[in-house]
T-cell receptor
């Protein structure tokens, strides 16, 4: 167990809908990362937060947004969902920048 | 366009053998990470390489970084079946991270 908790583990929804994925980092970790993994696009970095502030941004679509709350948990919001958004979404945390990451078990999103 | 290329993409090797996985990237960076992913599982962080010439070892795995050559290697010594997994490198661009394609390693008994 990495100590990083992601909910839900599985999510099935329809095109056009909006979903929220939640991540609770390890206790004491200030940095949270979001990644997307799919068969056709591989592993993609989406966004990183450090102590509530956005620190780095990758291939995150405008339909997607994220934030890190004062208690350091993070949410990834996906809206106007398309079939191509079906993927495994991972969250990871680290105690500080450039430190070893600890990954959650992921949320498997299926858009039908 | 930034590219992070790993080779080989697939590797089947006998137990006890040595092999190296290569990670080439096309832009300047002095930070690189290696991860392991077992089938159907999440990712596990293996190494954090933060400077040119950095070398880290854990068990049968050793990673190195040559920022001038824009190359990182993951060397496997005396492979065992438990090392079977997919290995990813990721380049840290300070404002983003780019992952390699992954190397699927299968160690045969």
């Amino acid at each position: 167990d990495s100590g990083v908790t992601q909910t839900p583990k599985h999510l099935i929804t329809a095109t056009g809908q909006r979903v929220t994925l939640r991540c609770s980092p390890r206790s004491g970790d200030l940095s949270v990362y979001w990644y997307q993994q799919s068969l056709d696009q591989g592993l993609q970095f989406l966004i990183q937060y450090y102590n509530g502030e956005e620190r780095a941004k990758g291939n995150i679509l405008e339909r997607f947004s994220a934030q890190q709350f004062p208690d350091l948990h993070s949410e990834l919001n996906l809206s106007s969902l398309e079939l191509g958004d079906s993927a495994l979404y991972f969250c990871a945390s680290s105690v500080d920048l450039n430190e070893k990451l600890f990954f959650g078990s992921g949320t498997q999103l299926s858009v039908l | 366009e930034l590219k992070v290329e790993q080779n080989p993409l697939f590797l089947s090797m006998q137990e006890g053998k040595n092999y190296t996985i290569y990670c080439n990237y096309s832009t300047t960076s002095d930070r690189l990470y290696w991860y392991r992913q077992d089938p159907g599982k999440s990712l596990e962080s293996l190494f954090v390489l933060l400077s040119n010439g950095a070398v880290k070892q854990e068990g049968r795995l050793m990673a190195s970084l040559d920022t001038k050559a824009r190359l990182s290697t993951l060397h496997i010594t005396a492979a065992v079946h438990d090392l079977s997994a997919t290995y990813f490198c990721a380049v840290d661009l300070y404002t983003s991270y780019i992952f390699g394609t992954g190397t699927r390693l299968k160690v045969l008994a």
